[in-house]
């Protein structure tokens, strides 16, 4: 994955990875209004208005991995303060991201791919907690 750093568009601030193993764009957005977030996401994606239940999902969450618009992924936290329950947070949304991937590549996620899927996962944790670790209080 090449290393990026945070940047800002439309007053959204995110941190765009490229992976170059399955060649997927994964945009990570931590502590930033959910409404805002909603607002960001229609305005660069025309299909998030059609869904009836995204804007519910964003603005009730406490984090959420959004697929639904190949071939860019979204892991958005409203608030990432290092507490556990963030991490938590981080680990779920990250496992979400793995499965979607997978799917969209044909790649099983069974008993016999559970060391892949757990590589990658590691691979995904360790780009996330290198971009948040600058954040860090």
Sequence with gaps: MERNRWRKTNNMKFYPIIDKVYRKNFHLIVNEDPKKFYEWICKHHKKAKEDSKLKEMILDCKGICIWCFNPYFYVFIPKFNWRIEDQACLT?????????VFQETGIPTDIDNTEVRAYYFEYIFSECWTALKPKRK
């Design 92 to 100: 779920h949304e990250l496992n979400h991201f793995v499965d979607f």
